[in-house]
């Protein structure tokens, strides 16, 4: 009875994640705001030259849940050029993701390269312009299929069969950005997703968009408050709006909150040494969201290469 029960719940689990005619799922990072470069090519460097990565496994317990490994790198010019104020006097600024996914019968690899051309606009503004190079790996277990999957006559192709598909696209994306706030807007798959290569059992991949925006301020000289919000939007699935919010005390713990509408809350905490930041995420589903039951935790970590977790000035803020 156990085992039906498990089975059903990955069935559903499935169902969940397929929107009619594609095989894509949303990739959730709930500290979306450590990830900005990820969601806009356009904010590459915009913390300096860092090394990020995260694991997230949502809705643990349940066969078939998706688990989300990411790591990339950024590199920030200025700062390699020695620049007193790399932040706002350099100009370009490179990084490289690496996101791998996995959900029911489904296994993604997905690599992007970006790049980022900033704009002085003023003695606290730049205007940032961004670009990225996507590969996508898609795999199918076709061992793994459920029984609604092998109905379908796309998918239904690949019963007992490993199969692969290839899909290279570009990223574009622009943002005004300041020392304690930022506005951002980005697109991904701006081709929809049209150059494929290997096996084909999916009919699409249509772009998304995605608004992001944040504000930090020190309250005193041992605390500072941080938001963050993000808004981002696809052809056939629901829209996604979601925020948070931390406390950041000493300069050393942050304690924070998030909320993705209609969807799950999560509590945060997390510390800073010199020049890491180690981040602990724990989600769960609201009561009327209809998700399958099961937590989702989330780890996540950023390795500053030159910068240290310091204040330069009092009123700085040393992470988002």
Excluded: C
């Excluded at 900033?118 to 190079?133: D, F, M, Q």
């Amino acid at each position: 009875m156990r085992d039906y029960i498990k089975y059903l719940l990955s069935a559903v689990l499935v169902i969940g994640l397929l929107s009619p005619g594609f095989s894509q799922s949303r990739k959730f990072i709930s500290n979306f705001n450590f990830f900005q470069s990820y969601y806009n090519p356009g904010l590459t460097g915009y913390e300096g030259s860092t090394v990020r990565g995260f694991v997230r496994n949502q809705w643990s317990g349940v066969e078939g849940a998706p688990k989300t490994y990411f790591f990339s790198t950024e590199l920030d010019f200025g700062e390699l050029a020695g620049e007193e104020d790399p932040a706002l006097m350099g100009k370009n600024a490179v990084s490289i993701n690496l996101l791998y996914d996995t959900y029911g019968a489904f296994r993604e690899t997905e690599l992007t390269l970006g790049y980022a051309s900033r704009i002085r606009l003023s003695e606290t503004h730049n205007l940032r312009l961004g670009a990225g190079l996507n590969y996508q790996n898609i795999r199918l277990d076709g061992n793994a299929l459920t029984t609604e999957e092998q109905n379908d006559p796309m998918l239904g192709q690949h019963i007992g069969q490993f199969s692969n598909m290839n899909v290279v696209d570009f990223n574009l994306g622009i943002a005004l950005t300041h020392a304690n706030y930022y506005f951002s807007y980005g697109m991904h798959r701006v081709n929809g997703g049209k150059i494929t290569s290997g096996d084909e059992f999916m009919d699409g991949y249509p772009a998304s968009s995605i608004f992001q925006a944040g504000y930090r301020s020190a309250v005193s000289s041992n605390v500072a408050v941080i938001v963050n919000g993000m808004y981002s939007t696809q052809k056939n699935q629901d829209d996604n709006i979601e925020f948070n919010f931390k406390a950041l005390l000493m300069d050393r713990l942050w304690l924070g909150i998030g909320h993705r509408i209609d969807y799950a809350t999560n509590a945060q905490m997390g510390i800073l040494t010199k020049r890491l930041r180690i981040g602990y995420l724990y989600e769960f589903p609201n009561a009327t969201s209809y998700n399958l039951p099961g937590n989702t935790h989330e780890f996540t970590a950023v390795f500053n290469i030159f910068r240290d977790n310091v204040r330069i000035e009092s009123q700085e803020v040393v992470m988002w």
